[in-house]
C-alpha cells in the first residue's frame, strides 16, 4: 500500500490510511456516489489493552457497503494488514478495528514532534470566530467569578489562533442600563464625600465599595463643587461618564494582571447614541421578515421573570427559532430591553464579518441561552453560529475554609487580590482545570504547594525538569549541546530514535503523537480544559519515566557508556519539553525552565 505524506500527524496520518482503504472497497465494490467518509475516525481505544487506535469505519460505513458492520470490519482489517505502519488489527464486537502499530511509528512521531517545534500540532485556513468574554458591568473591580470566566475566553481565543481560526477577543461594555445610573449616583456620593460633607451609612440599593473613592476625588478635583449646584439630570451624565471610563481602566488593569487583552471593547450605548440607532434598526429587519408582533405574553409557569408585563407589546417570535417562549424587546417605559440590545449587538457582530461567534457568560445566564441562539439564527437568516459557554461558580478556599470577603470591593473577593496572593500562572491553570460548567474549588493554599497534588506545579515542574536534564547532560557526555532551542532541537534531531523502545519511553511517544488530536478535539469543543488536562497527564508520565530511572539505572535518560541511547533520551525530553512549553502558552502559563 502507498504510503502517505510524512508530514500528518500521526492519527492524522492512519486516518488517511483508512480512508484510502474505504476507498478502495468502495471502488471495488460498487458503493453508492458520495459516500460520505469524513464520519469515519480514527481515536485512542478507551481501554489501551485493545491497542494504539481504533476506527468507526465499518460502523458508519455498513449502510453503503450494504454488509453487516462486522463482515465490513473483516475486509477493511484484511487490506490495513498489509499497510506498513500497522502491527496488527483486531476486529471486535460488532465491527470495531483496533490497530496496533509498529513501534517505528512512535519513534517518527517523535520526529515531527522535533521537526515541527512550536508549531507541533498547529492547523490551517479556518473561520473568523468571535470570543467575547467577561463583559462585567463596569459598575465595580473584578472579582473571583469574573476571574473564572475572563480565563476561560482568553486560552480559547488562544486555542482558536493555534488551530488557525482568525480570533478576535471582544468585551461587551454594558454602560446603558440602569445599573450604570446607579454607578453614578453611588459615586456622586463619593463625590460629595471627597469635598469634606459626611455622606454617613451608603444608602441601601447604592455601591457601598470603597472603590468609589477615587473617582468621587477626580470628579472632585476636576469639576470643583460646580457638579453639587446642578440637578440630576445634568450632573448625570457626566458622573456616569467619568465612573465608566475609570471603572474601564481599572477592569483593564485588574485583566493585564492576568495577561488579558482585548482587541475590541464595543460599548452598548453606542448602538443608540451614534446618529443611527442600530436597536431600531434590528428591530425593523425582523418586522420586515415577519418575525415580529404585537401580542400578549403569558404568566410564566413557576418562578417570576423580569421582563414579564402583563401587557399588549411588541414580541420577538423567538419560538419560531427553537425558544420555549416569545421575548419582548420594549419596555412599558418606551425604553429598549436588555434583549433587544443583545440582538442588535449580534447583528453587529454579524456585519463586523464574523459567522462564528462564541460568548462566554455567568453562572446565572443560563435562561438566556435559547433566546439568544434564536435571536442570531432570526437575524441573520440561519447563516452564523453562536455558541455560549456558561462559566460555573468558583467557590474561594483557603485550606478548606470559605474566604471571607474583601473590605475594599463591600461584598466580594477581589481577582486582583487572588493574583496577588497566588500569582498569575496558578490562577490561570487551576481556573482552565476543570470544565467550565462543573462549580470550582479555588483553595489559595492547596494552589501554591510544591506537590503532585498541585495540577500547575506538577505541569511546569515537567518543563523545569526537562532543561535539568539538559543541564546534567551538558556537563556529563555532551558539552555540544546547544543551550538556544532551535539549535538543540536541530542537533537532536540527528538521534537513532529507534533506540526508544521500552514500554515507559513508548508510552511516552504515544502521549506527546496524541497532542495534534487533543488540540482539533478541544478547539472543536471549544473545550480548553481538555489541554490542562493533557498537559497534566504528559507530565505525569514524563516524571514516572524519571522515578522509574532512580530504580532501574538501564532507564536513566543519561547512560555515561552509550552516548547514541542518551541522545535518543534526550530528543524524548526535548519532545515533552516543546509539547509542555506549546500547552502551557495556549493556556497563557509561563514554562520555566527551573523552579527553587
Not at 176 to 202: T, W
Not at 391 to 397: P, S
Not at 399 to 411: I, Y
Request: glycine share 8%; hydrophobic share 45%.
Amino acid at each position: 500500500m502507498a504510503d502517505t505524506s510524512s508530514s500528518l500527524h500521526l492519527f492524522a496520518d492512519v486516518l488517511a490510511r483508512v480512508h484510502a482503504v474505504c476507498r478502495a472497497l468502495a471502488t471495488e465494490s460498487g458503493w453508492p456516489e458520495g459516500t460520505d467518509f469524513a464520519r469515519v475516525v480514527v481515536e485512542p481505544p478507551r481501554d489501551a489493552t485493545h491497542g494504539d487506535m481504533a476506527t468507526n469505519a465499518a460502523m458508519v460505513l455498513a449502510k453503503e457497503a450494504k454488509a453487516k458492520p462486522r463482515d465490513l470490519a473483516e475486509q477493511i482489517a484484511a487490506k490495513l494488514r498489509s499497510d506498513a505502519l500497522i502491527d496488527k488489527v483486531d476486529v471486535a464486537g460488532p465491527g470495531f478495528i483496533n490497530l496496533t502499530l509498529k513501534p517505528s511509528a512512535w519513534a517518527e512521531a517523535l520526529g515531527t514532534v522535533l521537526r515541527e517545534g512550536p508549531d507541533y500540532g498547529r492547523l490551517s485556513g479556518r473561520s473568523k470566530v468571535n470570543v467575547e468574554y467577561v463583559s462585567a458591568n463596569p459598575t465595580g473591580p473584578m472579582h473571583v467569578g469574573h476571574c473564572r470566566g475572563a480565563v476561560f475566553g482568553d486560552a480559547l481565543a488562544s486555542l482558536l489562533q493555534f488551530a488557525g481560526h482568525d480570533v478576535t477577543r471582544e468585551y461587551y461594555i454594558n454602560d446603558a442600563g440602569a445599573q450604570v445610573d446607579v454607578l453614578a449616583r453611588s459615586a456622586f456620593l463619593r463625590y460629595r464625600e471627597a469635598l469634606g460633607e459626611d455622606i454617613g451609612a451608603i444608602p441601601e440599593g447604592l455601591y457601598p465599595g470603597d472603590y468609589l473613592k477615587p473617582v468621587g476625588e477626580a470628579l472632585a478635583k476636576e469639576h470643583g463643587d460646580k457638579l453639587r449646584g446642578m440637578s440630576e439630570a445634568e450632573w448625570l451624565p457626566v458622573v456616569r461618564a467619568k465612573s465608566i471610563a475609570m471603572m474601564m481602566d481599572e477592569i483593564k488593569d485588574d485583566l493585564a494582571a492576568l495577561n488579558i487583552r482585548h482587541d475590541v471593547f464595543f460599548s452598548e450605548r453606542s448602538l443608540i447614541e451614534t446618529g443611527n440607532n442600530k436597536v431600531a434598526e434590528t428591530i425593523a429587519l425582523l418586522q420586515a421578515k415577519g418575525d415580529i408582533y404585537e401580542g400578549r405574553l403569558p404568566p410564566p409557569k413557576g418562578a417570576p421573570v423580569e421582563d414579564w408585563e402583563d401587557r399588549e407589546q411588541l414580541l420577538f417570535r423567538a419560538t419560531a427559532y427553537g425558544d420555549d417562549v416569545d421575548r419582548p424587546l420594549i419596555k412599558s417605559d418606551g425604553s429598549y430591553t436588555y434583549f433587544a440590545s443583545d440582538i442588535a449587538y449580534h447583528k453587529n457582530k454579524f456585519d463586523r464579518g464574523f459567522a462564528d461567534m462564541i460568548d462566554v457568560w455567568g453562572a446565572d445566564h443560563g435562561g438566556y441561552i435559547k433566546r439568544m441562539q434564536a435571536a442570531v439564527k432570526a437575524t441573520t437568516s440561519g447563516t452564523a453560529a453562536l455558541d455560549v459557554k456558561i462559566v460555573q461558580l468558583v467557590k474561594l478556599l483557603r485550606n478548606g475554609e470559605p474566604v471571607k470577603m474583601s473590605k475594599r470591593s463591600g461584598d466580594f473577593v477581589t481577582l486582583r487580590e487572588v493574583v496577588d496572593e497566588v500569582g498569575k500562572d496558578a490562577v490561570r491553570f487551576m481556573m482552565l482545570y476543570r470544565k467550565n460548567d462543573a462549580v470550582l474549588d479555588f483553595d489559595l493554599a492547596k494552589v501554591i504547594e510544591q506537590s503532585r497534588d498541585n495540577p500547575v506545579f506538577y505541569v511546569q515542574y515537567g518543563h523545569a525538569r526537562g532543561h535539568s536534564i539538559f543541564r546534567n547532560a551538558r556537563a556529563e557526555v555532551f558539552p555540544e549541546l546547544p543551550e538556544e532551542a532551535g539549535a538543540r532541537i536541530a542537533w537532536l534531531s540527528e538521534s537513532a530514535l529507534e533506540r526508544l523502545s521500552d514500554p515507559a519511553e513508548l508510552d511516552l511517544l504515544k502521549r506527546l503523537a496524541i497532542y495534534p488530536r487533543t488540540l482539533e478535539a478541544a478547539a472543536a469543543a471549544h473545550e480548553p480544559h481538555r489541554i490542562a488536562f493533557y498537559l497534566y497527564d504528559l507530565a505525569s508520565e514524563f516524571h514516572a519515566l524519571w522515578t522509574k530511572g532512580r530504580d532501574l539505572p538501564y532507564l536513566r535518560f543519561i547512560i555515561n557508556n552509550d552516548a547514541e541511547l542518551t541522545k535518543a533520551r534526550l530528543a524524548m525530553v526535548q519532545g515533552v519539553v516543546s509539547v509542555l512549553a506549546s500547552g502551557l502558552a495556549i493556556l497563557g502559563v509561563h514554562a520555566p525552565n527551573e523552579m527553587r
